[in-house]
Antibody, heavy 119, light 108 residues
């Protein structure tokens, strides 16, 4: 069974850096043709893609957020880590990680982790 | 960036057919994927590559893609189909995924 599970802080202060971890099960982060992406969703709003990393360490970032994002993979722990700098209250929401077929769809998704940015 | 446009909401009675559009310039040249998201849950793919259903998705769910509009069709809608539906493509110019703004399907 393929699963992904997000973890990280539930509350961060403005200007702080957010670090989220996505632990993979049932497949390896370095499986050819696959990747892991991060998508966020502010409360009551639409999905917004953030970043994507492929088996060969190729990375893609949302152009509007690229300066604040970094995505890495740890093959020894079979996990993907997303960092977002200079957090703001508008960054509050649920952050999902999901497996990605190469330049295609996301499936399956993790359950998501809720992040609140507040002083 | 490639823009995908969806209506905010679609409402219909049980048993009717829902057609949820996803507009984009020459979207027919792209592979379109559709997700269902119920309240408090993660999204789940219901259609991939325009018209393919993953295992476990009812045959009532189908997809098409032509011209500037892709469409998710939900036949004989039932209360359990109430959810937000998102379309997604690969933006080849930016070389990254793009999501539509989502459509809330309400079964009256």
């Amino acid at each position: 069974q393929i699963t992904l599970k997000e973890s990280g802080p539930t509350l961060v202060k403005p200007t702080q850096t957010l670090t989220l971890t996505c632990v993979l099960s049932g497949f390896s982060v370095n499986t050819s043709g696959l990747g892991v992406g991060w998508v966020r969703q502010p409360p009551g709003r639409a999905l917004e893609w953030l970043a994507l990393i492929y088996w060969d360490d190729e990375k893609r970032y949302n152009p509007s957020l690229s300066r604040r994002l970094a995505i890495t993979q740890d093959t020894s722990k079979n996990q993907v880590v997303l960092t977002m700098t200079n957090m703001d209250p508008v960054d509050s929401g649920t952050y999902f990680c999901a497996r990605s077929n190469f330049r295609a769809w996301f499936d399956p998704w993790g359950q998501g982790t809720l992040v609140t940015v507040s002083s | 960036s490639y823009v995908l446009t969806q209506p905010p909401s679609v409402s219909l009675a049980p048993g009717e057919t829902a057609n949820i559009p996803c507009g984009g310039i020459n979207i027919a040249t792209k592979d379109v994927h559709w997700y269902q998201q119920k309240p408090g849950q993660a999204p789940m793919v219901v259609i991939y590559h325009d018209s393919n259903r993953p295992s476990g998705i009812p045959e009532r769910f189908s997809g098409s893609n032509s011209g500037n509009t892709a469409t998710l069709t939900v036949g004989r809608v039932e209360a359990g189909d109430e959810a937000d539906y998102y379309c997604q493509v690969w933006d080849s110019s930016g070389d990254h995924p793009a999501f539509g703004g989502g459509t809330k399907l309400t079964v009256l």
